[in-house]
């Protein structure tokens, strides 16, 4: 028998810590539940020190979750414990997740300390935390960096201190794949408790290199037990091991004798919710969920496609949840379509939210044929815009070939009008010139990213923005089929954030 590998997803903590990915607590319920039907054994829900927020979301995930295991994030540190704690006491199932720096730039650097304090430290740690919850697992930041045989002291102490889990992050993103996997192999072979089953070893890896699925890999073939991972591989600067990737090489090379709890049909459709809710969006190559993942452009490989689908595809579509077949919605659709759909995308809304999803729906589906599925998840999140104190009420904007552009722009500022023109070089510096002539306070625009979301001239652009102000940088994202209107509207979103 195969043996079990559990996933745990941390995107609702490393992969939310990343700008502009923030979500309130509603979105996180509504991602861990979508987690939840994938079949993740456990879900890091926050860092509940670090803010009420965080602390709040790991109180309302635990009660709207069941099954998998909630985790809370924290330092080696009693007051993090103390607080993880008090948040995981509605989970059914719960974990702290403590830890510390255990490579030498992080002991002589950060803690300004030495290894034998590191492991009194670690050891502490676990036994207090260990007072609160039975499953008790511990990360040792920068174990990529951690020479092997310190490591192994660490890991057989904190075994020894009660510790069910060992989390062995590559934190920086450094390491070899075939290094990573002897240091695992190095560990199962050097900590006694390991090997007698009294704790498993877990992977955590980042993709500065673009290794950290290899390093997972590496990880579980040489006995790692958990995978910690997150959808489409979001996380700190270059991300975290991708979920899909994962148990996609999983199902694909059965030789390597590990079986998930995963649901792969439900990837797809987890994938789009995350990327809709987070405002991330999901490049088109990325593997598995990009929307190129099984596109076929080549003459050869369209020819040798229709032939045979085996002759270049490995997976079929349909195993991650991607079915071409699937009910396209259209302006003749009925709210009961639409609501069917979203709820197969994680999305469960009734009563007025659904109407009113349902009338932009309509709007919407009058200026494009087809509704995609990242058409209805950005509807559905369009009531976050509504409260908003400050409201595009209009725009009109003049612009075409040896003409400078010029743009009128009406705003609702917490129930009052007000009115601006304005000419630039260009639509949108046209439009956004005349907001700020509004709006009179001094940002600048530090990125600006417009993105159809699928295919068509009638497709709804996505706009991603980050504004700055007084010192501060915001994010703002704005969607509509009319990319000079989404462009305002990401750069109110910015304004409706600033924190004066
Ligand atoms: O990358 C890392 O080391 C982490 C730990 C806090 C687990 O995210
Ligand atoms: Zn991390």
């Keep these: 028998m195969s043996d079990r590998l559990f996933i745990f997803d941390t995107t609702l903590r490393d992969g939310e810590q990343v700008p502009g990915c923030q979500l309130n607590t509603v979105e996180k319920i509504q991602v861990a539940k979508q987690l939840e039907a994938l079949g993740v054994d456990v879900i890091e829900a926050g860092f509940p020190i670090s803010s009420p927020g965080d602390f709040n979301s790991v109180i309302e995930i635990s009660k709207a979750v069941t099954w998998p295991t909630i985790c809370a994030l924290t330092r080696a540190v009693q007051k993090d414990i103390d607080v993880a704690a008090e948040a995981l006491q509605f989970a059914k199932h719960k974990r702290i997740h403590t830890g510390i720096g255990t490579s030498d730039s992080h002991i002589k650097y950060k803690f300004n300390s030495n290894r034998e304090e590191i492991i009194e430290r670690a050891v502490a740690a676990v036994k207090y935390a260990k007072r609160y919850v039975e499953d008790v697992e511990f990360y040792a930041e920068d174990a990529g960096r951690t020479d092997n045989e310190y490591l192994a002291r660490v890991v057989d102490a904190v075994v020894k201190a009660g510790a069910t889990v060992v989390n062995i992050p590559d934190t920086t993103g450094y390491c070899l794949p075939q290094e990573f996997g002897a240091k695992i192999k190095y560990l199962m072979e050097h900590v006694d408790g390991l090997s007698a089953g009294k704790a498993i070893l877990s992977t955590h890896c980042h993709n500065d290199l673009g290794m950290a699925t290899a390093n997972t890999i590496a990880g579980i073939m040489n006995g790692a037990r958990q ?66 993942a099984f596109a076929h452009s080549s003459g050869i490989h369209q020819d040798g496609v229709l032939k045979n689908v085996q002759t270049y595809e490995i997976i079929d579509p349909k195993d991650v949840g991607i079915d071409d077949n699937a009910i396209v919605l259209t302006a003749r659709s009925g709210r009961a379509a639409l609501k069917h759909r979203l709820s197969v995308l994680g999305v469960e809304l009734e009563g007025e939210r659904l109407d009113a999803t349902y009338q932009e729906f309509l709007k919407l589906a009058d200026k494009k044929k087809e509704v995609n599925d990242d058409d209805i998840l950005m509807l559905a999140g369009a009531d976050r815009a509504a409260a908003h104190a400050i409201k595009l009420d209009y725009l009109q904007v003049t612009t075409g070939m040896g003409v400078k552009s010029v743009a009128c722009i009406g705003l609702d500022i917490a129930g009052e009008k007000f009115e601006a023109s304005a000419s630039g070089n260009g639509p949108v510096d046209a439009a956004i010139k005349a907001l700020k002539n509004i709006i009179k306070r001094h940002t600048v625009l530090k990125e600006f990213t417009i993105q159809a979301i699928s295919k068509g001239s009638d497709d709804v652009g996505k706009v991603h923005m980050q504004v700055e102000y007084d010192g501060h940088v915001y994010y703002g994202f704005g969607a509509n089929t009319d990319i000079v209107s989404a462009s305002v509207e990401a750069y109110i979103d910015c304004i409706n954030k600033f924190k004066k």
Aim: one cysteine or more.
């Design 227 to 292: 995978a910690e991972v997150t959808i489409n591989g979001i996380g700190e600067r270059a991300g975290n091991t991708s979920l899909e990737e994962v148990a996609m090489i999983l199902k694909c090379h059965k030789g390597i004798d590990v079986d998930t709890n995963i649901n792969t049909q439900k990837i797809y459709p987890t994938s789009r919710l995350v990327s809709s809710l987070m405002n991330m969006p999901v490049q088109p190559n990325k593997a598995i969920v990009g929307r190129n």
